[in-house]
């Protein structure tokens, strides 16, 4: 660990301690089982299911079978045992879809992460808890018309990005349908003043953002290994280890605000280091693989991650191909668009720990970390608190990450407004040019909401993204063309900014994103990211 991580974990309650000590046990860290209280079994068997530990900690205590007490191991095992009943269920569902597409096609699909592992080895420990099946099919449409023979129905837009589809049977199970497979790609800069927060106050234009190599289904397909119990299609090791590497960096790299447990979930860290055991592992091809997909910034990730949470170096002796030096200085930014599209790079520090579960107190400038903030003070009821950025006015704020393209200008107006039952806010920016949509994201942290505006179509899309209670905490979001500017609306009850209706006063931190996007989720034309502390 670095000096910086030592330190914050230093600030971490010694309950924080154990219950972290209690996940990378349970994921094969070597060391004794940590002594937990009575009182902190309850918040380690939530963070068990959170990281999806439940198979691996029942195989570390039946070799350690003191470790815990009986009627804690008979709850995870309870619960585990309906894990793997939905996980043979979800087989069963890919395994027909499989069945399907081959018949119809003769192109199956490729499922990704999941049950890999378990149908790779046979050992239903490997088993974990998953919310859908993924998958990569030759012709998207027609796996979406596979899926919906097995009572499954479209839900929410169809072809953003990766994800063609998602569909959901009656029951709620989902499944999603992508159309490639997305290996995240950092930028070649070496100098880490350039991701740097301390070294860019003020106005910051970054022209670093993610790039990324789209693996489709046809080069997959050549890695793809058969299993016949359950007959589901699974990647071989090699290629799983990309799959699942990539899939972590790209949760960590959108999360500036980590959540409160499971940011990164350790069985997918654990998932990398017994791939990388099996015994069909092929060094060789994972090396072809490391070049044809340029996977080398997702690869020094997660081999960061094994060295400091469990212990170890699943791929070590790797040559070097250029992102050694991410590996060595753990240098690994986030976006602070949470979306991961077309953001803003930016070094925060590397807080591995802070991945697994979160410190207890948690206050908006520890929160924000490194970053410049400009403060707003909003405790005045109903009093109208106006802000503006990249406006070049005397009242504007000081700080802000921003990019445009040549000739295009930006520049934020907002209003934030106290009431007794929460905060309204509104934001305008120019005017979207043609072709173009209007978007914002609200990210307080575990409370985020993200709205897209076309106004040649009048067309507005919002969504929560709240990690509690979203869709159902009372926030409401419109978009408009008003004084020739683009203009949003939110009103935030307290509980959809999860501060308590009976608090004296809380500082708010709000990553506050805007920007101009080519229709069709193309290329940012011109945006901002404002970090606020807002006091209320």
Same mark, same amino acid.
């Given at each position: ?15 924080? +301690? ?38 691996? #900690? ?13 009627? #804690? ?14 996980? +043979? ?119 670093? +953002? ?70 069909? #592992? ?119 990450? #921003? ?78 063309? +008003? ?54």
């Amino acid at each position: 660990m670095t000096e910086q991580t030592s330190a914050m974990a230093a600030t971490s309650s010694d309950r924080v +301690r154990r219950l972290r000590e209690g996940l990378v046990w349970a994921a094969g860290r070597p060391g004794a089982a940590p002594d937990l209280h009575e009182a902190e079994l309850p918040p380690f068997l939530e963070a068990l299911d959170a990281h999806r530990l439940d198979g691996r #900690f029942l195989r570390r205590c039946a070799a350690e079978p003191d470790a815990f007490p009986a009627e #804690f191991t008979a709850a995870v095992a309870e619960r585990f045992a309906g894990v793997q009943a939905g996980v +043979r269920s979800q087989s069963e569902v890919a395994a027909s879809v499989s069945a399907r597409l081959s018949r119809d096609t003769g192109h199956p699909p490729i499922v990704l992460k999941g049950s890999t592992l378990w149908q790779i080895t046979g050992d239903p420990y490997t088993m974990r808890r998953s919310g859908d099946i993924d998958f990569v099919g030759a012709d998207p449409e027609a796996t979406v018309e596979a899926v919906t023979a097995e009572d499954y129905r479209r839900h929410g837009p169809v072809d953003i990005l990766d994800e063609y589809a998602e569909l959901r049977s009656e029951a709620g199970r989902i499944i999603e349908v992508h159309s490639y497979y997305e290996i995240p790609r950092l930028p070649a800069e070496r100098d880490r003043r350039r991701y740097s927060p301390a070294a860019n106050p003020g106005g910051w234009r970054q022209e670093l +953002r993610l790039s990324g190599h789209r693996w489709e289904y046809a080069h997959l397909d050549r890695h793809r290994a058969r299993t016949a119990d359950p007959p589901a299609l699974v990647l071989r090791p090699e290629a799983a280890i990309f799959v699942n590497a990539a899939h972590m960096f790209g949760d960590y790299v959108r999360t500036p605000f980590v959540w409160p447990k499971g940011t990164i979930k350790l069985d997918e860290v654990a998932t990398v280091c017994d791939l990388a055991d099996h015994s069909a #592992f092929d060094r060789g091809l994972f090396l072809r693989l490391l070049h044809e997909l340029d996977g080398h910034d997702v690869i020094a990730f997660v081999r960061a991650l094994a060295l400091d949470l469990l212990g170890r170096d699943p791929l070590p002796g790797l040559p070097d191909t250029g992102s050694d030096w991410r590996l060595r200085e753990r240098a690994f930014p986030v976006d602070l668009w949470w979306d991961g599209v077309d953001g803003y790079l930016v070094d925060l520090g590397w807080h591995p720990e802070q991945l697994l579960i979160r410190d207890e107190q948690v206050s908006a400038e520890t929160v924000l970390y490194g970053l410049h903030v400009n403060a707003l003070d909003a405790t005045a009821p109903d009093r109208e608190l106006r802000f503006s950025a990249l406006d070049g006015s005397a009242a504007a704020v000081e700080h802000a990450v #921003f990019r445009t393209e040549k000739g295009a200008a930006f520049s934020v107006a907002g209003t934030v407004v106290r009431h007794p039952w929460g905060l309204s806010i509104e934001v305008a920016l120019p005017p979207a040019p043609t072709g173009c949509m209007s978007a914002i994201s609200l990210n307080f942290g575990d409370y985020r909401y993200e709205g897209f505006y076309t106004p040649e179509d009048d067309d507005y899309r919002w969504d929560d993204y709240s990690l509690f209670n979203p869709d159902a905490n009372g926030a409401d979001s419109g978009a408009f063309r +008003r004084a020739g500017r683009d203009t949003f609306s939110f009103t935030l009850p307290w509980d959809a900014l999860g501060v308590s209706k009976d608090a004296a006063a809380a500082a708010l931190p709000l990553l506050l994103g805007v920007r101009h996007q080519r229709l069709r989720w193309g290329p940012m034309r011109a945006g901002a990211v404002i970090p606020l502390r807002i006091s209320v």
